[in-house]
Structure formats: C-alpha cells, structure tokens
C-alpha cells in the first residue's frame, strides 16, 4: 500500500491564480481530511470527508474548494491564491473505527507571492 | 481558552534523560487520545495511542487522567533519533465525523 498521497510537493502561485492540491489514498478509509499547518498555529481543519460525495468545512474553510467523487480521492482546490495560504497542507486518511486514527500524505508547501 | 494545550518547549535533554510532556484538553466529552510525532518538514505521525488505564510502549508511556482532563507522555532512556515535535491530539467521538484536534506540539531537542 502507498497509503496517502500527495501532489505536488512544492508550489510556486502568484495572488489571484488557482490551483489543485492532489491527495489519494488506497486504504478505503471513508473519512479523509485537509489540514494546514503554519508555525506557532499547529495543525488546522479545512475541509473534511466521511464519504464520496460528501464533505464539510473544517475551522478555516474560506479561500478552499473540496470535492470526492471517489472514495481514494480528495482534491483541494485554492479558488484564487493569497498570501495568506502560504502554508504546508497535509491530507490524511482516516480509519472508520473507534479510535479514528489518521494517516498522513507527506504534505504539500505552497508560496503565494 | 484552547481546546487542546500543550506545554510550549522546547525541552532540551542529554541523551539517557527522562522526559515528560503535559497536555491538558477543555472538552470533557473527549473519548480518544493519541500522541503523534512529527520530524521537521515531516508529516505527523501516529507514535502511540492513549489508554484509561495508561499503556506503554518500550522507552515509551503514556497516562491519562480524565479528572483533570490531561494527558501526559513519559520518554525514558531519551535517544538522539527522539528530537522531534510531539503532538497532542484529542478526538470527539460520538460527531458524525470524530473531530480531532491537535495541540501546537512541544519540540524535543536530545543532545549528546
């Protein structure tokens, strides 16, 4: 198994352009998610799913699109780029029984300039 | 107050020391606890889960006291390959989704 994940791993945006951050997983967890994780602020919900074809927002879901057509995928979608996403984005996996443990993907570091 | 809060570090220990680190989390409601490990420019990593009943895992423990609503992870024996931020993540069960929530880490530096 390659377990979660990520592409690309680095990015170079300017303001106002859009991108695709690509996440998959071959687990058949239900439950994936998006984090960001910025310095002094620990890690932070975007977006999340416990299902294809269903998603929700997280803490900080403004400026970010997400959908999941299948259950391996869940892509982000950054609608038009700041400066304040400049950030590193991880998605994880998650599995479905009690304890809800979650599996990273090596993470994603994007620059907005 | 924050939902999760760890303490700040960063611990800087010699090799063969024991460490602790504190975690207190807010929600009483918490059912699972989990501390995860994360190198620099690494992604976060599950290192042990977190029993009622407290477990251990080789140099490893960890203990849970739901009275006071924390959690604490014990290193023993601290190697170099330990530096890394520890992470304290609290999880609702019962939501429809599980929410997790981490703390801000607490950085561990071992030196020779």
């Known amino acids: 198994n390659a377990g979660v994940t990520q592409t690309p791993k680095f990015q170079v945006l300017k303001t106002g352009q859009s991108m695709t951050l690509q996440c998959a997983q071959d687990m058949n967890h239900e439950y994936m998610s998006w984090y960001r994780q910025d310095p002094g602020m620990g890690l932070r919900l975007i977006h999340y799913s416990v299902g294809a074809g269903i998603t929700d927002q997280g803490e900080v879901p403004n400026g970010y699109n997400v959908s999941r057509s299948t259950t391996e995928d869940f892509p982000l979608r950054l609608l038009s780029a700041a400066p304040s996403q400049t950030s590193v984005y991880f998605c994880?996996?998650?599995?479905?029984?009690?304890?809800?443990?979650?599996?990273f993907g090596p993470g994603t570091r994007l620059l907005v300039l | 107050r924050k939902e999760v809060e760890q303490d700040p570090g960063p611990f800087n220990v010699p090799e063969g020391a024991t460490v602790a680190f504190n975690c207190t989390y807010s929600?009483?409601?918490?059912?699972?606890f989990f501390w995860y490990r994360q190198d620099c420019r690494k992604e976060p990593k599950l290192l042990m889960s977190v029993y009622s009943s407290g477990n251990e895992d080789g140099r490893f423990t960890a203990q849970l006291n739901r009275a006071s609503q924390y959690i604490s992870l014990l290193i023993r024996d601290s190697k170099l390959s330990d530096s890394a931020t520890y992470l304290c993540v609290v999880n609702l069960v019962g939501t429809s989704y599980g929410k997790l929530t981490f703390g801000q880490g607490t950085i561990l530096t071992v030196h020779p």
């Open positions: 929600n009483s409601a918490s059912q699972s």
């Open positions: 994880a996996s998650i599995t479905t029984g009690g304890r809800k443990t979650q599996y």
